[in-house]
T-cell receptor, first 112, second 115 residues
Framework: KAGVTQTPRYLIKTRGQQVTLSCSPI?????VSWYQQTPGQGLQFLFE???????NKGNFPGRFSGRQFSNSRSEMNVSTLELGDSALYLC???????????FGSGTRLTVV | DQQVKQNSPSLSVQEGRISILNCDYT??????FLWYKKYPAEGPTFLIS?????DKNEDGRFTVFLNKSAKHLSLHIVPSQPGDSAVYFC??????????????FGKGTKLSVKP
């Protein structure tokens, strides 16, 4: 059974650019969440999608957005990149009614 | 304001001994608590969870204890093995109607198990 797949694994962008990260959840998992991990703040919740609808949103500026497609695949977008957006972005999926999320390996974004 | 706190950034334990990782929380509305393990360059891996209606859950070498009155939980690993060396995250899930909502993570404790 394939795990959560995130692409790309590494990304370097310049300040002011925008970036799109992709996540393919485990087959059958309809809930997809995104987290940002930084050394100072730890893992912080960005948003959660279920059946193409954003169900929860964390405390991040509007530059961070996401969407989910009918096949449960999800993308997140960050516009007008800032140096502080450099982080590991993790996607996680779970089956409805289950507690544990399964995380992907993440996309390491570096903003220069 | 941190709702989930792991006050020990690191812990070193001898192989074969018990590892005890601690976590405190502030929000009494949390419904589930989870522990994740993370190796470098990998995503967190789910280890074990506990519902707020229980005070103990065991899975092999891993046991989680929940003390609701103290808003404290701990993860016990017995016996500790060198392969357990990783960063351990405590996470809590708030109640959102019918949804389990997002996870709120602590900042992690780096466990080193020495041979």
């Amino acid at each position: 059974k394939a795990g959560v797949t995130q692409t790309p694994r590494y990304l370097i962008k310049t300040r002011g650019q925008q970036v799109t990260l992709s996540c393919s959840p485990i087959s059958g998992h309809r809930s997809v969440s995104w987290y940002q991990q930084t050394p100072g703040q730890g893992l912080q919740f960005l948003f959660e999608y279920f059946s193409e609808t954003q169900r929860n949103k964390g405390n991040f500026p509007g530059r961070f957005s996401g969407r989910q497609f009918s096949n449960s695949r999800s993308e997140m977008n960050v516009s007008t990149l800032e140096l502080g957006d450099s982080a590991l972005y993790l996607c996680a999926s779970r089956q409805q009614g289950r507690v544990g999320y399964t995380f992907g390996s993440g996309t390491r974004l570096t903003v220069v | 304001d941190q709702q989930v706190k792991q006050n020990s950034p690191s812990l070193s334990v001898q192989e074969g001994r018990i590892s005890i990782l601690n976590c405190d929380y502030t929000n009494s509305m949390f419904d589930y608590f989870l522990w994740y393990k993370k190796y470098p360059a990998e995503g967190p891996t789910f280890l074990i969870s506990i519902s707020s209606i229980k005070d103990k859950n065991e899975d092999g070498r891993f046991t989680v204890f929940l003390n609701k009155s103290a808003k404290h939980l701990s993860l016990h690993i017995v016996p500790s093995q060198p392969g357990d060396s990783a960063v351990y995250f405590c996470a809590a899930s708030p109640v959102y109607g019918g949804s389990q909502g997002n996870l709120i993570f602590g900042k992690g404790t780096k466990l080193s198990v020495k041979p």
